[in-house]
């Protein structure tokens, strides 16, 4: 028997060392790749998702301002303004800066003023920045309005226009 045909004990360790980092390269790798696709898969949802058409609701006029695409129309109400509606894709936020709650019995409703036709209702509401979706292309658009509405039933048309704002853009 030869030397070479007796193994040696430090030769085993290393095998199983050097197999072992192997496994773990190939399991980190693998991960990875997962990562890398989930990450694909995502983005390209969040591309693809409604045609490209429909974003996500901006919360400030400034965030507005600051997106592409993103129109600000302030509503006014005589010499004051007491909101502002933000439209981003189909996307739409009231932001009220001084409309106080509505009376008792009584909501607030977001109207859609087309360039042709009757003002279109897309939300109605007791406080807060409401979000809802356009009723017809913003193109269309000639203005938003708030009105003061019973809560008894929904209303087909304004009743008491309290604020308006003409779309400039």
Same mark, same amino acid.
């Given at each position: ?8 004990? !430090?030769?085993? #360790?290393? %095998?199983? +060392?050097? &197999?072992? =980092? ?10 990875? *790749? ?19 058409? !429909?974003?996500? #609701?901006? %919360?400030? +006029?400034? &965030?507005? =301002? ?10 006014? *109400? ?92």
């Amino acid at each position: 028997m030869t030397e070479q045909d007796v193994a040696h004990p !430090t030769d085993a #360790p290393n %095998a199983d +060392v050097a &197999a072992l =980092r192997q496994q773990r390269r190939m399991w980190w790798l693998t991960m990875a *790749a997962a990562v890398v696709v989930v990450a694909l898969v995502v983005t390209t949802w969040e591309l693809t998702r409604g045609g490209g058409t !429909t974003r996500r #609701p901006v %919360a400030s +006029v400034s &965030a507005c =301002r600051a997106t592409p695409g993103c129109h600000v129309v302030p509503l006014r *109400a005589g010499d004051t303004s007491p909101a502002n509606v933000l439209v981003n894709g189909k996307a739409v936020t009231l932001v009220a800066t001084s409309m106080p709650a509505p009376p008792a019995g009584h909501e607030w409703a977001l109207w859609q003023v087309p360039r042709g036709g009757a003002p279109r209702l897309l939300s109605q509401f007791g406080s807060g920045n409401p979000e809802a979706a356009l009723a017809l292309p913003y193109d269309d658009t000639a203005a938003f309005a708030v009105s003061e509405e019973s809560l008894e039933s929904t209303p087909t048309k304004p009743s008491q226009i309290l604020a308006t704002g003409r779309v400039t853009d």
